[in-house]
């Protein structure tokens, strides 16, 4: 690799927010680590407790994206937002770390699975925070969040079932599409959800992850607490 290039990668960062609770920084993050592409991090500490909306009352946010979100993808000139175009950009500049399935029908399917997490799944998302340092055990959940929690679990499967011969991820090797659903397996596992043993073999493929067990620690020793997250 020529002086120029290594130095633009050497130079990639990726503005988070706290560890623990930031289920979309994890999502990059992840890909990131597990891929050994190189990069800096920087975090933005988050909290929710002090607004009304929901929103963080952390201004710093709008410093690194005009969305305000993090995480955000800066790599020189370039600046991304918005966690799955992040992945997209990571799956374009490094082609080698093949974080797209190389097949084209299962790539296709692959988007779309990473899709429906990046677009769906709210009654989860809201009612089941990630909170990756929580002691495990169950909460109530709605109907509604029953009906995600379902249909996540049947993609697992489905997926599994078919690339099952390839490796112990989605579509056999690790992908986009297993960065998309790692904060998800967080979660089942704190609020202890049952899924076949399928389900669960993936979930303990995904967790013991030496880059996940690393976001895992860190999160462990990060002093914030933010209520509205805590259940
Ligand atoms: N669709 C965005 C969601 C990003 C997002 O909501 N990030 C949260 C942290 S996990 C955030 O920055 N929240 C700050 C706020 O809402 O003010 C993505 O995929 O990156």
Redesign the pocket.
């Known amino acids: 690799m020529k002086g120029a290039a290594r130095k633009l990668l050497a130079e990639m960062k990726l503005v988070i ?1 706290n560890k623990n ?5 994890l ?1 990059p993050w992840i890909a990131l680590r597990h891929s050994g592409i190189e990069f800096v991090e920087e975090q933005v500490r ?1 909290n ?1 407790d002090e ?1 009304e909306d ?5 201004k710093a ?1 709008f410093d690194h994206s005009p ?5 955000v993808l800066v790599d020189g000139d370039v600046r991304v ?6 992945l997209e950009y990571l799956a374009e500049t490094h082609p080698e770390k093949l974080l797209w399935p190389k097949d084209r029908a299962l790539r296709a399917k692959a988007r779309v699975v990473a899709n429906e997490m ?1 677009a769906g799944f709210g009654a989860v998302r809201s009612e089941m925070p ?1 909170n990756v340092r929580r002691k495990p055990s169950a909460i109530d959940v709605s109907a509604e969040a029953d009906r995600d929690i379902a249909r996540i679990q049947q993609i697992w499967s489905d997926c599994r079932l078919e690339s099952a011969s390839d490796g112990p991820f989605l579509f056999g090797r690790f992908s986009i599409a297993d960065a998309m659903y790692v904060p998800v397996v967080s979660r089942f596992s704190v609020y202890q959800i049952d899924g076949s043993a399928e389900v669960q073999s993936y979930m303990d493929s995904i967790l013991s992850l030496p880059a996940y067990q690393e976001w895992k620690s860190d999160s462990e020793a990060e002093p914030w607490v933010i209520a509205q997250e805590e259940r």
């Open positions: 927010g609770y930031s289920s979309w920084s999502r988050l929710f607004t929901g929103s963080s009352s952390n946010l969305a305000g979100r993090v995480p937002w918005e966690s799955l175009a992040i990046h990630m």
